[in-house]
């Protein structure tokens, strides 16, 4: 059997696989197939944005840096998951470092390159900012209820309304 392309790992992959094609061909030719071992940094916080990864396989741990407790995990990312938001909104710097727990196989993304293609196509640049967006709700949304989960039950302090 062949080797998987480029286009048929996103054709595959839940976040774009509906995309039309043609989108799809053009987003190909801005990533290639990785494999990454266990161990690998990919990303480190506050380093350059410029690259982002779609999971077919592995586990990647996302963590921010403190200056008490070092690099804190703060998520996990699994098969067919999205590791890298930042490269899409300046000044394209990590907000979170991420490292590969459980050997990944990926599409990894050039982010120039897909900001070209997207600056050039307003439409999909809506697309993928709307999916990229999703992804950080569900992330936000998770560490939320974890959050809360660890806190003990009692009043909510007064004040102004939260935003949402």
């Not at 071992?37 to 990919?42: E, F, W």
């Not at 592995?58 to 840096?65: E, K, M, P």
């Not at 120039?112 to 999909?124: F, H, K, S």
């Not at 709307?130 to 974890?146: D, E, I, N, S």
Request: with cysteine; hydrophobic share 50%.
């Amino acid at each position: 059997m062949a080797p998987l392309t480029v286009f048929d790992e996103l054709v595959l992959h839940p976040l774009l696989g509906d995309l039309p094609m043609g989108w799809l061909q053009r987003l190909a030719r801005h990533g290639r197939s990785v494999v990454h071992p266990a161990g690998r940094r990919l990303a480190v916080q506050d380093g350059p944005a410029d690259t982002f990864w779609l999971l077919r396989s592995g586990a990647v741990a996302l963590d921010h840096r403190t200056p008490v407790r070092g690099a804190v995990v703060i998520d996990h990312v699994g098969a067919d998951g999205v590791v890298g938001c930042s490269w899409l909104v300046p000044p394209y710097r990590w907000a979170t470092g991420a490292v590969v727990t459980g050997q990944i196989r990926a599409v990894e993304f050039r982010a120039a390159g897909v900001r070209d293609v997207i600056g050039e196509d307003p439409t999909l640049g809506l697309e993928l900012t709307t999916r990229f967006a999703a992804v950080l709700a569900g992330r936000w949304q998770a560490a939320a209820r974890r959050l809360a989960e660890r806190q003990p039950a009692g009043p909510v302090a007064a004040g102004p309304p939260a935003l949402s």
